[in-house]
């Protein structure tokens, strides 16, 4: 899969990416946008966010700090960029902890069209009716085939599914692919997930195939946080050496070192 050339388009084009996203993480998805070359806007209320989605390029969605009110200028949102053919990512951040959090992953679901459903296995796993429980927002244990559950998912909501992990599952309807890239530091870092979800919101601005989209974006990510780490002495300069990678990440790296499965 050519990855650099979409590198290239995001740079190039510098898309608006929309987020209605966690106020936990919100600065640093901001910044993994920019750096990668993309404009971040992060308009939340409901007066403003339907009208924002429109002249976007992606819209992301994050449930982390939800509430009813959030939601509902999520939903105004996604119907906005649902009628203007915009790709919304919806982050189940979250789902499987709390049944008010499934049950708002759900009405995102079910009233407007998501396109990319990304999170974590058991979070994806509860999405997927799994009854299983999230540790608040980190993974637990799911015994169930990821790659099996993925696509049955991509089948049943018509979207592209990402399971991010050890190792990334992206499927849709018709094919599925396995990223091998990343490292175990980023699982220190408050924020990865949130700023992989933005990622992949960046590049889905740039491609029509949201699959292939998602795996660009979290090879060049991944592949970032390898060459930062190799620089870092610990979790605190890690995330600074991450930006640095993004903003300096060049073709030579990206075909030396990515790891995809079809």
């Not at 901001?30 to 070359?37: E, H, L, Q, S, T």
């Not at 069209?113 to 509860?126: F, M």
């Not at 049943?156 to 094919?175: F, L, M, Q, S, Y």
């Amino acid at each position: 899969m050519e990855i650099y050339s979409l590198l290239e388009k995001v740079r190039t084009q510098k898309p608006v990416i929309h987020h209605l996203t966690n106020w936990v993480t919100i600065y640093d998805c901001a910044n993994i946008v920019k750096v990668f070359g993309a404009s971040p806007v992060m308009a939340h209320a409901k007066e403003e966010s339907g009208d924002m989605a429109k002249i976007a390029s992606a819209l992301v969605l994050n449930i982390g700090t939800l509430t009813p009110e959030f939601v509902e200028s999520m939903k105004i949102a996604a119907k906005s960029a649902n009628e203007n053919g915009i790709p919304v990512i919806l982050d189940v951040c979250g789902a499987g902890a709390t049944k008010f959090r499934d049950d708002k992953c759900f009405e995102l679901l079910n009233e407007v069209r998501i396109d990319i459903i990304k999170g974590n296995a058991s979070e994806v796993a509860r999405i997927a009716g799994e009854d299983v429980m999230t540790k608040g927002v980190d993974a637990t244990e799911i015994e169930k085939d990821l790659l099996v559950l993925a696509k049955n998912l991509a089948n049943a909501r018509h979207c592209t599914v990402v399971i991010t992990g050890k190792e990334d599952i992206i499927c849709n309807p018709k094919k599925c692919y396995i990223v091998k890239n990343g490292t175990e530091i980023m699982s220190h870092i408050v924020g990865t997930g949130c700023m992989a979800t933005s990622v992949i919101g960046t590049f889905a601005a740039v491609e029509k195939n949201l699959a292939k989209a998602s795996v660009a974006g979290l090879v060049c990510f991944e592949i970032a946080a390898e060459l930062a780490e190799k620089e870092s002495k610990g979790a605190g300069s890690f995330k600074a050496n991450l930006f640095d990678a993004v903003y300096n990440l060049n073709k030579e790296q990206i075909e030396k070192m990515q790891k995809i499965d079809e």
